[in-house]
Nanobody
């Protein structure tokens, strides 16, 4: 069982930056592919970034490519999301998620464990 706790959300002006962090406990962190998702009321949860457990492969939603960067530190059991050039449409609750994988280079599409979420609000 993996527990995930996000932090780093807040209010920022358009064009600004935020760095979200997710700390994992329980399980062997380096066995899990990780992802960052976001959700706004009335909309489906969307994956914005994913990373393999090796950290060598990443994937991004088209809407955030070139602005967001996901990275992980397996020794510290953290996965971060650096968000630059933020836009009002990035406003959402952001969730960290984990899925057990057996290929160090795979990025999961289905996730088993979720954090409680952290609010990001971008003002225009």
């Amino acid at each position: 069982q993996v527990q995930l706790v996000e932090s780093g959300g807040g209010l920022v002006q358009a064009g600004g930056s935020l760095r979200l962090s997710c700390v994992a406990s329980g399980g062997t962190f380096s066995w899990y592919g990780m992802g960052w998702f976001r959700q706004t009321p009335g909309k489906k949860r969307e994956r914005v970034a994913g990373i393999s457990w090796s950290g060598t492969r990443t994937i991004y939603a088209d809407s955030v490519k070139g602005r967001f960067t996901i990275d992980r530190d397996n020794a510290k059991k953290t996965v971060d999301l650096q968000m630059n050039m933020l836009k009002p449409e990035d406003t959402a609750v952001y969730y960290c998620a984990a899925a057990r994988v057996y290929d160090p280079f795979s990025i999961p599409n289905e996730y088993d464990y979720w954090g409680q979420g952290t609010q990001v609000t971008v003002s225009s």
